[in-house]
C-alpha cells in the first residue's frame, strides 16, 4: 500500500506542534516537558504508557490531547471482569437483517486511555496487542482496520499493586515511550486551582489541527534525515544495554527502531529535518527504561534501571560533526 505524503516543511511542522503544546497546557499547568514527549509519542505514531498515582492528571491529559486535534476518544475502565470483545467489539445477530454484524468495541478511536491497564486479566490485555501493533482488530476471522492517527494511552499505579496483573514484557515493547506526570509545583498548583476551581471545562478547549494535519505529521516526521554516525550511535547505545551485568534483559530491536522514530519527531517538532545526539539522550530513558529488567544484584544495591542505563549510555562515545 502507498504511503501518504505531505509536503510539510520542519518549520510548519514545529509551528503546528507549538500550537498543540499549548492548547494541552491551558489544562495540563506545570509540565510542559511531559506534553511534549506525549505529543512527540502522537507524532511519532507510537503509544504512551503512563506509570503514576491517582489524580496527576492522566486522564486529562488524554483528553486534551484528543480535544486538540479534533479526534475521537475513549476511555476503557480495565477491571478484572472486563472482556477482551469489550475493547475490540463483536458480531452480533440482527433480527431484522437476519445476518450478523460487527459492533466496533471501545478500541475504535483515534486516542484511547487505557485506564489501570494492569487489572485486567492477561487475555483482556493481549487483546490490545494487535490493535497496538497492526492497527486492526481481527474478530471471528474478519478483520477491521483502525482509523488513523491512532494513539493509546495506558495508565498504571505504581503503588497499589493488589489486584493487578502487571505487564508482560512483550506488551510492554509496543508502548513506544512510558513517562510519569509527577505532582505540579507549586505555583503550577495554584494555577490548577485558579483554572479548574473557576469552572474551566475541557470542552473548552478547541481544536487547533485536525486527524489529516496529524496524519501529515507522522509522514512528515519519517522524512527527518538521521546521519549514519548517529545511527550507529543509537545501535551502540541499545547494545550497551544488552552487555551490561546489571540488567536481565537487555532493549530489543524494535526499540532500536523505536529511538529512531521518537529522535525523528522531537527533531521535527524543533523545527529541525535532521535529528542530533542530544535528541536522542533526552529520548533514551523514556523510550528504552520500560523495555528494559533490571539484574537482582542492581535492584538489591538500589539502582533502578533508569540508574544502569544512564552508566551504560556514559560509556558509548558521542557522535561529533566532521
Known amino acids: 500500500m502507498a504511503t501518504r505524503k505531505s509536503t510539510a516543511r520542519p518549520a510548519d511542522f514545529a509551528t503546528v506542534f507549538s500550537q498543540l503544546e499549548g492548547n494541552v497546557e491551558r489544562m495540563i499547568r506545570g509540565k510542559a516537558d511531559r506534553i511534549r514527549l506525549a505529543l512527540v509519542c502522537l507524532v511519532a505514531g507510537g503509544h504512551l504508557l503512563i ?11 488524554a483528553k486534551a490531547i484528543a480535544r486538540s486535534i479534533g ?20 458480531r452480533v445477530f440482527d433480527q431484522e437483517h437476519r445476518d450478523f454484524e460487527f459492533r466496533p468495541g471501545a478500541i475504535f478511536a483515534n486516542v484511547v486511555l487505557a485506564d489501570e491497564v494492569n487489572r485486567a486479566s492477561p487475555k483482556t490485555q493481549s487483546a490490545l496487542l494487535e490493535a497496538m501493533e497492526e492497527r486492526q482488530v481481527t474478530v471471528d476471522g474478519e478483520t477491521h482496520p483502525l482509523t488513523e492517527p491512532f494513539l493509546v494511552i495506558a495508565t498504571q499505579n505504581p503503588i497499589e499493586q493488589e489486584g493487578t496483573y502487571p505487564l508482560p514484557a512483550a506488551q510492554l515493547d509496543r508502548f513506544l515511550m512510558r513517562i510519569s506526570v509527577g505532582y505540579p509545583d507549586a505555583e503550577a498548583e495554584l494555577e490548577v486551582l485558579a ?3 473557576a469552572g474551566v471545562a475541557i470542552d473548552e478547549v478547541e481544536p487547533v489541527a485536525d486527524a489529516r494535519t496529524i496524519v501529515a505529521m507522522i509522514n512528515a516526521a519519517h522524512r527527518v534525515h538521521v546521519a549514519d554516525p548517529l545511527r550507529n550511535y543509537i545501535v ?3 547494545g550497551a544495554t544488552r552487555k551490561t551485568p546489571d540488567l536481565q534483559l537487555g532493549a530489543s530491536p524494535r526499540a532500536s527502531l523505536a529511538l529512531l522514530r521518537a529522535t525523528r ?7 529541525r529535518d535532521y535529528a542530533t545526539p542530544d535528541d536522542v539522550k533526552t529520548l533514551a530513558p523514556v523510550v528504552l527504561a520500560h523495555r528494559m529488567i533490571a539484574a537482582p544484584e542492581a535492584e538489591m544495591s538500589g539502582r533502578t534501571v533508569e540508574d544502569v542505563l544512564s552508566d551504560a549510555m556514559s560509556r558509548v562515545p558521542i557522535p561529533v560533526r566532521s
Open 195 to 197: 483554572t479548574h476551581g
Open 71 to 90: 479526534c475521537t476518544w475513549r476511555r476503557i475502565q480495565f477491571t478484572p471482569d472486563l472482556l477482551p470483545t469489550d475493547v475490540t467489539g463483536v
Open 236 to 238: 551502540e547505545v541499545v
Open 265 to 271: 519527531s522531537l527533531a521535527a517538532a524543533e523545527g
Open 51 to 61: 506509570e503514576d498515582v491517582p489524580g496527576v492528571g492522566k486522564t486529562l491529559l
